[in-house]
C-alpha cells in the first residue's frame, strides 16, 4: 500500500457515513438484549472454562505479512536446495508460517487414526534405519521434513528422492528399493492433509498460549519495517562480547528453552490427585500446615468456579498466592480440570461420586480424566496410593503418640514428621545446579551466530613456581620404593606437592587436580607406604597381612588400573586383580590379591555380606578415583561405601586410610570433610592451571528449535570446527554410537570433496597420502578402508583390534588427520590431540529409558584428550551442544558446580543394607550413621537446598531431629515392604528374609514390594517373565514408536507368550529377555542397549526371585525360578540340548540331537562310537561322550530314620558320577538339596551343597531332620539341582510304606500348687544346719519329689530345666543313704555320682567336699587313673566321670568296693544322646546288672533337663511311672526369656565375626549394669569375642564400661594373670574361660565375676 492510500484510508469523509448507509434489512434485532433478567445456568461448560481471554477473536494476518513470509519462504528453499525450485508443498508453508514467538517448535504432523499411527511407526523405523539412533525429537522432526517432501503436490519422484538423498546426508546410497519403501508408507498416511490444515487453523488462531510470550509493540508502528522480511548476511558478522571476572551468565537465559521443555514434557499424572493433593503441594511454600490447609480449600474454591475463565483465574490466583509462586499458578491453570474433577471425584461419595463420573463421561474433554483414573492401576500406583494413605495416618498416629508420650523410651528424640522421600530426592539427579549463575574466566567472549551461541572461555596460564616449591627427584624416596617409577627421574609439580602427606603420613587424603596432572601416582605414593607399614627387616613383604581396594567408577579404567598397577608392583610379589560385575574371584583368589579394583557397586555388594568380612577387616587402604561422582546418580554408592568404612574404623579400632581423588570441583572443602580429612594436613586443591598442557575452550549452543535443523546444524558446526584446524592440528571428533563415527566421518570428508577443500587436510604430494593408501589395502573394516587415503578414520570398540590398532598407530604418527571415534578411545586409550570436538551431549540411557545428558565423568575425560603436554603449549577443547545446556557445561568445566548428594534417593535401600549387616539396629544408630553420610554435611551447609528449613539449625545445630525423622520415614517404608521389623515404640529394628534378599542381589524396595505382591507358590514361565518384566530397575524403560515393529518381529519368534500389548514397557522387558535367551539379532542401538542393561540385571533379579519362592517354601515355583536363572545365564531354554551348555560342538550336530527327541539318559548310557553314529558324524562322537560324562552328575541313596512322631532324619549319600574339569566346573560344583512333600509343592528343607574339586571322586553324606505329620504321606522327594547347570537334576522318591513312628510319648509332669516344704522336712538337725542360711523352703519342684528321693529308695528320674535345683535333690538321696546308715538299716553304703564332663565333676567335687565334710564324710574324685582303686575304698561319696567309672568297674567282680555301692546318681543323663552317650550308658546298664548279680540293691538316681522321652529313659533305669518326674520346660523357677537370631553364613570365621555386634547390643540392651555370661565354641573365640565387646565399648567412648570397681582394687588380682589378652580385657571388666587357661588365672576370672567386680 502507498503513503497516499495509508492516509487516506483514515480521512473523516471516508468513514463518516459508513453507519449510515448500512442497511437495516442486514441487521437481526431479535438477538439484542431486552434489559430483562435471565438465568446463567446451563451457559457455562468445560470449554469456558478452559478459554483464554481473546481465544473467541476472529484473528487474520495482515495480507503485507503474508506476502513477506512467503518471500522468505521462497528465498529459504532457494538458498537450500541450490538454485530456483518450484514452491514447496501447504506443509512446508504452514511450517514456514509458524507464529515466529512460539519457544518450541512441534512436529508438524500426528497421527489421528491407528492404521496412520502404524503407518507412522514404519516410517519413523524406515528414518531410523537410515539416520542411525537419534533421540524421538529429531526422527519425528525428520519425519515431518520426509512427509512435507512426499506429499508435495505435483512434485517428481525424481525430484523427491533427489531431496529424500539430499535430506539423509552426503555419500547415502538412496536406491529405488528404499525410496519405493517411502512413498509406499507415505500413502498410507491419509489424514496428513487435514492434520496440516488443522494445524493451519490453529496458527490462524494463534497457537501461543502454551508459551504465552509477551508481544511489545515497538512505538514506531508507522515505519517502514520492509527489512524485516530477510536477514541479510551482512546482518550476522560474528560480534564478539568480551567478559571480564564480574560478567556473569545466568542460568535463567541459558535454562530457558529447557524449563519450557521440561514443563511441556512433565504431565500431571490424575493417579497422582487426591483430596488433599493441593494441600501437599502448597505445603512446600507454607511450613505451617493450617496455613497449607485453608489455602488449599480457597485455591480450589477460584479453580472450581465456572465464572472464571483461564485469565480471571490466573489474575485471582496471583493476588492470592503472590508472584514467587508463578510456575505453580501456571501449572494450576495448565491443569485446572484435571485437578478440580479428579479432587471432586475423591472428596464425593455414593450418588454425587456417579453424578460427577456422569457429567465427566459426556464431556469430550472430561472423558480422557476420567478413562485413565479408571484404568487398571499397576503394582507401582497402587503402592504409591497406599504408601500416600499410609503417610497421612502415619502423621496422625505420631501426634496422637507425641500428646500421650511422657518420657521418651529407647532414643532421645522422637519422629515428628513422616517425609515423602521421593519428593525430597532431587529429580534431575545428576544435572542439579545448584547455583543460579556462572561466572566465566576475565577475556571470556560470547559470540552469537546465526542458530548458535559460542561462548570461548581462554586457557588458563600456569602459576609460576614459589621459592620454595621444589620437583622431588626419584632418589628421594626410599631404594625400595624406586621400583614403580622407573624411567622417571622426579615426580612433576602435583606429585611434589602431595609426596609429604602421601608416602610419610597415615593421614586421609583428598587431592582435586585437572584430569592429565598425575593423580595415579600420587595413590601409587600411599600403596608404597602401606607396602613400606608391612616390611620385614629382610626387606620381604608380609603380603598376607593387608588388602588395598582402589575404587574405579568404570570397568575399562578398572582394567586399565589392573594392568598399570600390575606391572608396576609385580617386582614385590603383589597381586592385582579386577573385581567387577564382569569378573568374578574365587574365596582362594581373593585372598592370594593384595590389591584388589573394583567398580563401587561391586565393593559396596561385598561389605554388606558379613559373610565376607573375615578379608574386607584385612583393608588398610581405600583409594576412592574419581569421588566427584557423589554428585551422579551412582554418588549413593560411595556414600555408603565411606559411610561404612569410617564407622568400621571407629568400631574396630583399626586404622583404614581413606584417599579421595577428585577433578577440580567447588565445595572441595565439603567432600573432605565427609572423607574426615584434615584439611591442614590432607587436602590439597589444584585448579586448571596445573593442568600439564593448557586448555582452551569453546562451547557452542545451537538455538534452533526444530530437533531436525539442530541435528543438521551440529554436523555443519563441527565441520567448520575441523576445517579450521585442518592443515595445522590433529583432530578427535568424539561422537555417542558406533553408528554416528561412520556418518560423521562420511559427512566431514563429503563436505570437504564438495567444498574442494580437502587438500588442506593433506596436501596431494604429502608422504602422509601414500602412507595411508598403502595401509588402506590391509585392512579388513570396509568403510575405514574407504575413508583412510583422505586423512579420515574411525575408531571404536565394534572394530577388529588390529583395525583399531593401526588407527592408533596411524593417528600417534600424525598420519591420520581426523579420527572420529566413540568415548572408548578416551577411556582405554591415551591418544590426545591438539583439538578435542564434543558432537553433541546426548547419549541413550537405558536405565532412564531415554536420551540423557552425558556424564560430568566422560565430558570431563573426552576434554582430558585435548593437548599433547610433548608437541603443544596448548590445547583446545570444543562442546557442541543444544542452547539450554550451555549453562550446566560452563559450570562443570569451570569448578563452579558443587557437588550435591543424591542420598534420599536411595536411604531406604541403604539403611536396609546397614540392617541386614548388623551395623544399625535401632533409630538411634541409624541416626549416627547417617551423620557420616555426605547427605548430612550438606544439608548443615545448604539445608534449604535438601528441604530443611534454615531456623531449626539454630535450635538443632547437628540436625539430629531432621535425621530422626528421614531414619523414621525411611524404615516405616522399609516396614510396609516387609524388609524389616520396626518396633516404633523402643525404635528396634530386625531384618527379615526378604530384606536380606534386597540387601545381598542389590535389589530396590520398589522391586521387592513387586515380588512381595506378584510372586505365588504355582506360577507358570508365562507369569515368572511377566513378575521379572515388572520389576522398577525397568520403570524407565519406555516403548518408541520407531522401534514397535522390530519388537512385534521378536514377538513372533519368543517361545513363551506376552500378554501385554506390544504398547507395554513391560512386555518390551520380557520380549527383550527372552530375545536374549534365544540368541535373537537385533536392530538399532537403543534397543539393543536395553537389552544389554535388562540381560545385566536379568541373572541378578531372578536369583532374587528364586531366594524368595525357596524361603518362601514354594518347591515348583522355586525349581522354575532357578532353571530360568540357569537360562539366562547359558542362553538357552530348557527344552533345548544340554549341550548348548559346552563349547566346541557345532549347532548343526546339536540341533540334529535335539530334532532325533533322544533322551539325555539314553545318551549317557552310550558309548562315544555309538553316539558318532547316531549323529552320523562319527569324528565328534568323543567330544560329545566327554561333554555328556562332564555335565554334573549324581546318584542318591537315602536312609530315613524317625526321631519323634513328627520329626524323621535323613541320611542322604551322594556319590558324584561325572568328570569334574576344572576349566568347565571352577574349584567347585554348588548344588542345591530340596526335600519336597508328596504333592511337589511344599519344600520341607533345603541346603546348599558345595562339591569340591578335590573331594569330587569320593561319596559324601548328608544329615538333616525334616518334618512329618499324620497321615504319614506315602513318600517324599529328594531333589538334588545343580545351582549352574541346566539339565543336572536328580530326583528320588523316598518311600514311608514301611515306616513305623514312634509311639506317642506322655505329657509332662504338672507342677503342683503344693505349699513349700520347710528344711525341718528333713528331721535331722545335722542336715538342716547345712542348709540354713541358705534357704528356708525348698521350691515347688524339690517339694514335689520331696517324698520319692527322700523316704523311698526307689530308683528315681528326675528331668526338669537348669536351675530348678536338682543337685539338691541328689543330695536328699544321699541324705536318705546316711540316716540309714545312720539308723542300722544299712549295713555298708558308699554313693557315687557320675557326672559327664571332668569341669561338671571338678565343680561338683570342690561344692560337696566342703558341705559333706562337715559331716565327716569323705568325698573322693576318680581321676582314671591307678590310684583310683584305693581312692575309691577310702571315700563315701565318690565323684567321677563315666570314663573313670567304666574303667574301675569293668573288673566289678574282683572289686568288692564296686559292689557295695548303695547310692548311684547319673546327672545331665540327656547327654546319654551324644558324644558321650555310649559310655554313659554301658555304666549305667552295668550298674544294673551288678545289683541283679549280687542282689544287692543299687538305688539308682537320674537327673536331667526336660526330655521328649522320658518313659524310655525311666524303663532303661528301673524307675516306675509313680517315680518318673519329667516337668515341661517352662517350670523354671526364674522364668526364662528365650531370644534366637539366625545367621545364614555357612563360613564359619564369618560367622562368627557377624556376630560380635549383636551379641554387644544384646548385652547392652537386655543386661545393662547386670552379669552377663556368653557362650562360644571354642578357646579362640572366647579371646576374641571378650576383645570385641571391649573394642565396641571403646568405640561408643565408654571403654570401663563392664568393670564394675575401682582399678585399684583389681590390681592385685591382675597380677596374678599371665595371659595378656586376659589381663588387657579384665582391666576394662570382661573375662574369659576356656581350659587353656592356668587354675590360677581360671579362679581369679571366677572371683572377680562372682564379686560383681567384672560384668
Known amino acids: 500500500m502507498s503513503e497516499a492510500a495509508k492516509q487516506r484510508q483514515y480521512e473523516y469523509r471516508a468513514n463518516s457515513n459508513l453507519v449510515l448507509q448500512l442497511e437495516k434489512g442486514k441487521r437481526p434485532r431479535d438477538s439484542e438484549p431486552t434489559g430483562e433478567v435471565t438465568t446463567l445456568v446451563g451457559k457455562f461448560n468445560t470449554k469456558e472454562l478452559m478459554s483464554k481471554m481473546g481465544d473467541k477473536v476472529s484473528r487474520a494476518r495482515p495480507a503485507e505479512l503474508d506476502e513477506r513470509l512467503k518471500k522468505r519462504q521462497q528465498k529459504k528453499r532457494e538458498r537450500d536446495a541450490g538454485g530456483g525450485k518450484e514452491s514447496r508443498s501447504k506443509a512446508r508453508k504452514i511450517d514456514a508460517s509458524l507464529n515466529v514467538l512460539n519457544a518450541e517448535v512441534d512436529a508438524v504432523y500426528r497421527p489421528q487414526t491407528r492404521d496412520t499411527r502404524q503407518a507412522y511407526d514404519v516410517l519413523l523405523n524406515l528414518i531410523q534405519k537410515e539416520m542411525g539412533d537419534k533421540p524421538h525429537d529429531v526422527l519425528q522432526s525428520a519425519a515431518d521434513e520426509v512427509l512435507a517432501i512426499l506429499k508435495e503436490e505435483n512434485a517428481k519422484l525424481k525430484e523427491q528422492k533427489r531431496e529424500l538423498a539430499s535430506l539423509f546426508g552426503r555419500g547415502k546410497k538412496f536406491d529405488d528399493d528404499k525410496f519405493s519403501r517411502f512413498i509406499n508408507v507415505s500413502r498410507k498416511i491419509t489424514d496428513y492433509s487435514s492434520m496440516i490444515e488443522m494445524r493451519g487453523e490453529e496458527e490462524k488462531k494463534g497457537g501461543d498460549e502454551e508459551i504465552e510470550v509477551p508481544v511489545i509493540f515497538d512505538a514506531s508502528d508507522d515505519d517502514d519495517d520492509s527489512g524485516l522480511d530477510e536477514v541479510k548476511e551482512e546482518d550476522m558478522v560474528e560480534e564478539g562480547v568480551e567478559a571480564d571476572r564480574t560478567f556473569k551468565i545466568s542460568s535463567k537465559t541459558f535454562q530457558e528453552d529447557k524449563k519450557m521443555e521440561e514443563e511441556k514434557q512433565e504431565e500431571l499424572q490424575v493417579r497422582s490427585i487426591d483430596a488433599f493433593w493441593l494441600q501437599r503441594q502448597l505445603a512446600e511454600y507454607y511450613k505451617d500446615a493450617h496455613t497449607a490447609a485453608t489455602m488449599a480449600e480457597k485455591v480450589f474454591e477460584i479453580l472450581s468456579n465456572p465464572e472464571n475463565d483461564n485469565v480471571a483465574c490466573e489474575n485471582q490466583l496471583v493476588e492470592e498466592l503472590d508472584y514467587d509462586k508463578f510456575n505453580f499458578i501456571r501449572m494450576l491453570r495448565k491443569e485446572r480440570l484435571k485437578i478440580v474433577y479428579c479432587m471432586k471425584l475423591a472428596r464425593a461419595k455414593g450418588k454425587e461420586k456417579a453424578d460427577i463420573e456422569k457429567e465427566m463421561s459426556n464431556d469430550a474433554k472430561l472423558a480422557p480424566i476420567l478413562q485413565a483414573l479408571k484404568k487398571t492401576s499397576t503394582a507401582t500406583d497402587r503402592n504409591m496410593e497406599r504408601e500416600r494413605k499410609k503417610m497421612m495416618e502415619a502423621n496422625a498416629r505420631m501426634e496422637e503418640e507425641e500428646a500421650n508420650q511422657t518420657s521418651d523410651t529407647f532414643w532421645n528424640k522422637r519422629p515428628k514428621a513422616m517425609l ?55 632418589s628421594d ?47 601409587l605414593l600411599t600403596i608404597l607406604r602401606e607396602i613400606g607399614m608391612h616390611m620385614n627387616e629382610d626387606g620381604s613383604i608380609n603380603l598376607n597381612a593387608f588388602k588395598i581396594i582402589y575404587v574405579a567408577p568404570m570397568k575399562s579404567l578398572a582394567q586399565e588400573m589392573v594392568m598399570n598397577f600390575g606391572n608396576r608392583l609385580k617386582g614385590y610379589g603383589m597381586k592385582v586383580a579386577e573385581l567387577t560385575g564382569d569378573s568374578q574371584l574365587t574365596k582362594q583368589q581373593i585372598d592370594e590379591t593384595q590389591l584388589l579394583v573394583v567398580t563401587p557397586e561391586k565393593w559396596d555388594i561385598i561389605t554388606r555380606k558379613s559373610g565376607e568380612r573375615t578379608y574386607t577387616q584385612l583393608v588398610k587402604l581405600v583409594i576412592i578415583d574419581e569421588i566427584h561422582l557423589l554428585h551422579d546418580s551412582r554418588g549413593p554408592v560411595l556414600e555408603s561405601i565411606v559411610a561404612r568404612s569410617i564407622r568400621q574404623i571407629e568400631s574396630t579400632q583399626q586404622l583404614i586410610r581413606i584417599v579421595g581423588l577428585s577433578a577440580t570441583l567447588p565445595n572441595y572443602k565439603d567432600v573432605a570433610m565427609f572423607l574426615r580429612v584434615k584439611l591442614d594436613k590432607g587436602l590439597f586443591f589444584f585448579d586448571n592451571s596445573y593442568r600439564p598442557c593448557p586448555l582452551q575452550q569453546q562451547y557452542i549452543g545451537i538455538t534452533a528449535k526444530k530437533a531436525f535443523k539442530r541435528y543438521q546444524m551440529m554436523n555443519e558446526i563441527c565441520y567448520d570446527k575441523v576445517i579450521q584446524n585442518a592443515g595445522k592440528n590433529q583432530v578427535l571428533v568424539f561422537v555417542h554410537s558406533r553408528k554416528e563415527t561412520l556418518t560423521t566421518a562420511r559427512f566431514l570428508r563429503d563436505t570437504a570433496l564438495e567444498n574442494d577443500e580437502l587438500n588442506k587436510f593433506l596436501a596431494d604430494d604429502s608422504g602422509h597420502r601414500a602412507v ?5 589395502e590391509s585392512v579388513k573394516h570396509e568403510a575405514l578402508a574407504d575413508l583412510l587415503p583422505y586423512g579420515f578414520a574411525i575408531h571404536h570398540a565394534g572394530m577388529k583390534k588390529e583395525d583399531r590398532s593401526l588407527v592408533e598407530e596411524l593417528f600417534g604418527d600424525r598420519h591420520i588427520q581426523v579420527l572420529v571415534c566413540t568415548a572408548t578411545l578416551a577411556w582405554g586409550v591415551n591418544l590426545p590431540a591438539h583439538t578435542v570436538i564434543i558432537k553433541g551431549t546426548q547419549i541413550y540411557s537405558p536405565e532412564q529409558g531415554t536420551w540423557v545428558e552425558l556424564s560430568p565423568l566422560d565430558i570431563m575425560q573426552m576434554m582430558g584428550r585435548a593437548g599433547r603436554p610433548q608437541f603443544d603449549t596448548l590445547g583446545e577443547g570444543i562442546l557442541i551442544t543444544s542452547h539450554s545446556e550451555l549453562h550446566y557445561y560452563l559450570s562443570l568445566l569451570n569448578e563452579q558446580l558443587p557437588i550435591e548428594s543424591q542420598y534420599i534417593k536411595k536411604l531406604a535401600d541403604n539403611l536396609n543394607a546397614e540392617i541386614v549387616l548388623g551395623t544399625v539396629q535401632n533409630v538411634e544408630e541409624a541416626v549416627q550413621w547417617l551423620g557420616y553420610t555426605y547427605l548430612y554435611v550438606r544439608m548443615l551447609r545448604s539445608p534449604s537446598l535438601y528441604s530443611v528449613d534454615p531456623s531449626s539449625l539454630e535450635s538443632d545445630p547437628v540436625l539430629e531431629q531432621r535425621r530422626v525423622d528421614l531414619i523414621h520415614s525411611a524404615a516405616t517404608t522399609l516396614e510396609k515392604h516387609n524388609m524389616i521389623k520396626y518396633n516404633r515404640q523402643s525404635g528396634t529394628f530386625q531384618g527379615t528374609d526378604l530384606g536380606v534378599v534386597s540387601s545381598h542381589y542389590y535389589i530396590t524396595h520398589q522391586s521387592m514390594a513387586v515380588f512381595n505382591e506378584y510372586l505365588k507358590p504355582h506360577m507358570s514361565d508365562i507369569e515368572l517373565f511377566r513378575v521379572f518384566s515388572l520389576s522398577s530397575e525397568f520403570q524407565f524403560i519406555t516403548v518408541r514408536s520407531e522401534e514397535k515393529m522390530e519388537l512385534a518381529r521378536l514377538l513372533d519368534k519368543v517361545p513363551i507368550p506376552v500378554k501385554e500389548g506390544i504398547d507395554e514397557p513391560s512386555a518390551k522387558v520380557n520380549v527383550l529377555l527372552q530375545a536374549y535367551i534365544s540368541r535373537l539379532s537385533l536392530e538399532g542401538y537403543a534397543l539393543m542397549a536395553d537389552m544389554v542393561y535388562i540381560t545385566q540385571s536379568a541373572g541378578r533379579i531372578m536369583r532374587a526371585m528364586f531366594e524368595i519362592v525357596l524361603k518362601r517354601g514354594w518347591a515348583a515355583a522355586a525349581v522354575k525360578t532357578l532353571n530360568l536363572c540357569n537360562m539366562i545365564q547359558h542362553r538357552m531354554w530348557g527344552a533345548q540340548s544340554p549341550l548348548r551348555q559346552f563349547r566346541g560342538i557345532p549347532p548343526g ?24 553314529e547316531l549323529v552320523r558324524f562319527p569324528s565328534v562322537g568323543k567330544r560329545i561322550h566327554r561333554c555328556v560324562h562332564q555335565l554334573p552328575r549324581v546318584e542318591l541313596q537315602a536312609h530315613v530314620q524317625p526321631i519323634t512322631r513328627t520329626v524323621i532324619r535323613v541320611e542322604l549319600k551322594i556319590d558324584p558320577d561325572f568328570a569334574f574339569d576344572e576349566k568347565l566346573h571352577g574349584y567347585a560344583s554348588p548344588f542345591w538339596i530340596i526335600v519336597e512333600d508328596v504333592d511337589g509343592e511344599t519344600i520341607l528343607h533345603h541346603e546348599f551343597f558345595i562339591l569340591k574339586k578335590q573331594f569330587a571322586k569320593e561319596a559324601h553324606s548328608v544329615s538333616f531332620t525334616v518334618p512329618i505329620h499324620e497321615p504319614v504321606p506315602p513318600q517324599y522327594f529328594i531333589r538334588m539341582i545343580s545351582d549352574r547347570w541346566l539339565g543336572s537334576e536328580t530326583v528320588l522318591p523316598v518311600s514311608f510304606r514301611h515306616l513305623i513312628l514312634p509311639e506317642k510319648y506322655s505329657a509332662p509332669t504338672e507342677l503342683l ?122 571315700g563315701q561319696i565318690v565323684i567321677s566321670t563315666p570314663k573313670a567309672w567304666d574303667i574301675l568297674s569293668r573288673r566289678w567282680k574282683t572289686r568288692k568296693d564296686v559292689q557295695t555301692v548303695s547310692l548311684f546318681i547319673v546327672d545331665e543323663i540327656h547327654l546319654i544322646g551324644g558324644d558321650i552317650g555310649p559310655v554313659l550308658e554301658v555304666v549305667v546298664s552295668r550298674m544294673r546288672y551288678i545289683a541283679a548279680q549280687t542282689e544287692n540293691k543299687i538305688r539308682i538316681v537320674a537327673l536331667g533337663t526336660s526330655v521328649a522321652n522320658a518313659k524310655d529313659l525311666g524303663d532303661w533305669i528301673g524307675a516306675t511311672s509313680s517315680y518318673l518326674y519329667n516337668f515341661h520346660p517352662n517350670v523354671r523357677p526364674v522364668p526364662l526369656e528365650i531370644r534366637v537370631q539366625g545367621f545364614h553364613i555357612n563360613h564359619f570365621p564369618s560367622r562368627m565375626l557377624a556376630m560380635s555386634k549383636p551379641t554387644f547390643l544384646a548385652v547392652k540392651r537386655l543386661s545393662a549394669g547386670k552379669p552377663v555370661i556368653v557362650f562360644v565354641p571354642s578357646r579362640k573365640q572366647a579371646a576374641r569375642a571378650a576383645v570385641e565387646l571391649m573394642t565396641y565399648a571403646a568405640a561408643e567412648d565408654d571403654p570401663k564400661r563392664y568393670l564394675h570397681a575401682d582399678e585399684d582394687d583389681i590390681k592385685e588380682y591382675l597380677a596374678q594373670i599371665d595371659t595378656a589378652t586376659l589381663k588387657e580385657t579384665l582391666s576394662c571388666g570382661v573375662g574369659f574361660l576356656h581350659s587353656g587357661l592356668k587354675e590360677k588365672e581360671k579362679k581369679v576370672v571366677e572371683d572377680l565375676y562372682n564379686a560383681d567386680a567384672i560384668q
Open 1313 to 1434: 500348687d503344693l505349699q513349700p516344704l520347710p528344711i525341718h522336712e528333713l528331721q535331722h538337725e545335722k542336715f538342716i544346719k547345712l542348709y540354713s542360711g541358705q534357704f528356708e523352703v525348698f521350691n515347688p519342684i524339690q517339694t514335689q519329689v520331696f517324698n520319692s528321693v527322700y523316704k523311698n529308695d526307689n530308683n528315681v528320674l528326675i528331668t526338669a530345666p537348669t536351675g530348678s535345683g536338682k543337685t539338691v535333690c541328689a543330695e536328699l538321696a544321699i541324705f536318705r543313704m546316711l540316716s540309714q546308715l545312720a539308723s542300722g538299716k544299712k549295713i555298708s553304703g558308699r554313693c557315687v555320682y557320675i557326672a559327664p564332663l571332668e569341669a561338671l565333676a571338678k565343680e561338683r567335687y570342690a561344692d560337696w567336699s566342703k558341705k559333706f565334710g562337715k559331716l565327716g564324710i569323705n568325698v573322693v574324685m576318680l581321676t582314671g587313673g591307678q590310684d583310683d582303686i584305693r581312692t575309691l575304698k577310702a
Open 1149 to 1172: 550336530i546339536i540341533k540334529r540331537i535335539e530334532g532325533k527327541e533322544f533322551s539325555w539318559d539314553r545318551l549317557y548310557d552310550l558309548a562315544a562310537h555309538a553316539i558318532g
Open 477 to 523: 624416596l626410599p631404594s625400595w620404593a624406586h621400583l614403580p617409577f622407573k624411567g622417571m627421574k622426579k615426580l612433576n609439580r602435583v606429585q611434589s606437592r602431595v609426596y609429604p602427606s602421601a608416602f610419610k603420613t597415615p593421614h586421609n587424603l583428598l587431592i582435586c587436580a585437572p584430569t592429565g596432572a598425575g593423580k595415579t601416582n600420587c595413590a
Open 772 to 776: 595411508l593408501q598403502a595401509e588402506a
Open 420 to 474: 515423602d522421600l521421593d519428593s525430597l530426592a532431587f529429580q534431575s539427579g545428576a544435572r542439579l545446579m545448584s547455583i543460579k549463575e556462572c561466572k566465566l574466566p576475565k577475556n571470556s567472549e560470547i559470540i552469537n551466530k546465526k542458530g548458535y551461541q559460542e561462548v570461548h572461555i581462554p586457557c588458563l596460564k600456569q602459576k609460576p613456581r614459589s621459592k620454595d616449591e621444589k620437583f622431588v627427584p626419584i
